[in-house]
């Protein structure tokens, strides 16, 4: 009695269909995800969550994917009037990537977890993507997409993959195909979750922080503002984190997707090729020190689209957004506001 | 009957005295070396050859300490005209640091193996250094003592610990005590050996050669001279790479000697009372885009001495003392070769 009366009131408020308070999660249930690899990811579940209104021509819809690690959650803190995009003027959908745990991974999968979850590309999960904005939210256009680092990755995917559907495209601190000292650093953090898996020891856990550290920011930027009586803090944080092997198994599927992430792959490996397909107007936005995601295939596919390319005037590396905060959201909310037709 | 035949026949060659063939391996034993921390090295034994002639006024001897993961062997390179210390005009000591498999090491005690093997500090390899060159070798003074990275720690360190014995010093991308960034990449790096001594897992290894690649050299020289299409090489040398567990102790009593590395540590940690004390000509030798022994500290240590520092012009990184060989070796050899009483 008291499921069926569940049951009746789950069906009663599915009727009502209350509107969803801004930024609450939501799930698209896509079934069967037919991966590049052939396989399929059963049960396909991606994640997102909406900020601001649609307009009435559906015309400022803007796309937000989540870097690595990060969850549709972690995306809202860069929404909003002092933002990379105002929701007071676009609809924005932050989006939650594969293997984050929220959208289908190994640590949420009833038939496909752990190891047993296949292996997806940065295409894949731009496919998913594809199939939320037109099956799901209806959409036949973005006025953009934009993303950090894996986010910018899926961005730049989309605007190969998609010709035509986002006018613009915002890549901050990615890449459209890692540089190898990229692949190097990705490889080395899969055999550490590796590593982990076997030994579930806290030591593998650490050394995971240890490379987030080294890499996060220059070692001239350390130089500055890490002082050597900072390290008992440093070295406790490193020793303090932990997470349980299912979340080891997410990593690897995002790492893995980084790892062979090439807009190019499907156009003989050419940048050029690739870039000839792309129709939106693209910013690239790097930092000369970042040294996780380098900055030189972002500068170089710049270069071949004729695209915009702003290199922050720091060093603060990949995590160092925040260091030239004000110039980013400029330079993002003026290049998404900017009128259409000036494609250079 | 024919182990008496043996033991006379050695004990005839050691009567014979037979001169030693130039770079041979040789062992100090030194019995018990009381370390820093109070503990006893037992069967404390160090390794080194000889390459040169002492001259007739026992004034020509440069000591050359090894860099991590370094044996006498490997030092063996550096020595020569073309190298960093001419054999044709120094008695040239290359001796094996502690911990490094030649002399007293986890791997090789008897009495103290693996685990029980005591922490030690570079200021513990300089004792017993200065124990070979005296007691063993019965030099009361040395023309020099230099080395690379960790080698180079060990010269900054008999500056300080032995005042007016070595008339000169030359460290080369190393450090008289670690920065930030260097200390957590080796806290890094001994989590890992940790988690090895766990799981004995490949991935273990394999993660170590990743971060030797990634702060080897500098992410732009990689992204200049690391193509894509060599990854498959690299990634196969990075899994192909293994070693046994008494290995990774050995280096485990070397990363830790480093990261407790401090000349000043005896003197209220400052630098200043440390370099108050050195009586040597120091020559200080870096790469700007050094990732593995930042250059900083060693800037700073020069700059309170009034040494001369070297930066040399490339961004090669702490492996890439190669890209500038030359200049390298002209820069020590000249500095080795100048006339005394100069100091500045």
């Known amino acids: 009695m008291v499921s069926a009366l569940l049951i009746g009131l789950s069906f009663l408020t599915l009727l009502v269909q209350e509107p969803r308070a801004q930024g609450e999660l939501q799930y698209a249930e896509l079934g069967q995800c037919l991966l590049e690899s052939g396989e399929v990811l059963e049960n396909c579940r991606v994640a997102y969550r ?14 937000f994917p ?11 803190p860069y929404i909003g009037a002092d933002g990379l995009v105002d929701d007071a003027e676009h609809f924005v959908i932050a989006v939650d990537a594969f293997g984050n745990g929220v959208s289908s991974s190994p640590s949420n999968s009833s038939t496909q977890p752990g190891d047993s979850f296949p292996r997806l590309t940065i ?20 006025r953009g997409v934009m993303g950090i680092s894996m986010g910018g990755m899926q961005a730049f995917e989309w605007a190969v993959s998609h010709p035509g559907f986002a006018e613009k ?14 692949i190097v650093l990705w490889e080395t953090v899969l055999r550490i979750l590796s590593a982990y898996q076997e ?23 350390h130089a500055r503002l890490t002082p050597r009586d900072s390290l008992p803090g440093i070295i406790g944080r490193m020793d303090s984190q932990m997470f349980a092997v299912p979340i080891a198994q997410n990593l690897a599927v995002q790492v893995r997707a980084m790892i062979g992430h ?4 499907p156009y003989d490996d050419s940048l050029e090729q690739a870039a000839a397909r792309v129709k939106a107007k693209v910013l690239v936005i790097v930092t000369p020190e970042d040294h996780v995601v380098t900055p030189a295939p972002a500068l170089e596919f710049a270069e071949v689209l004729g695209a915009e390319a702003i290199q922050l005037p720091n060093d603060c590396g990949h995590n160092g957004l925040r260091c030239d905060s004000e110039m980013l959201s400029q330079a993002t909310q003026g290049f998404l506001a900017d009128e259409l037709g000036r494609k250079m």
Chains 1, 2 share one sequence.
């Open 169 to 182: 495209i915002v890549a901050i601190a990615s890449s459209p195909r890692l540089a190898s000292y990229d």
């Open 50 to 63: 909406i900020f601001g209104e649609l307009s009435s021509d559906s015309s400022n819809a803007v796309l």
């Open 123 to 142: 295409r894949d999960m731009v496919a998913s993507q594809y199939r939320l904005v037109t099956e799901v939210l209806g959409l036949s256009s973005l």
């Open 199 to 221: 030994c579930e020891c806290q030591e593998a856990v650490s050394a995971l922080m240890g490379i987030a550290f080294l890499t996060g920011s220059s070692p001239d930027y």
């Open 66 to 76: 989540t870097q690595f690690m990060g969850t549709s959650a972690t995306v809202a």
């Open 262 to 265: 090439n807009v190019a792959a």
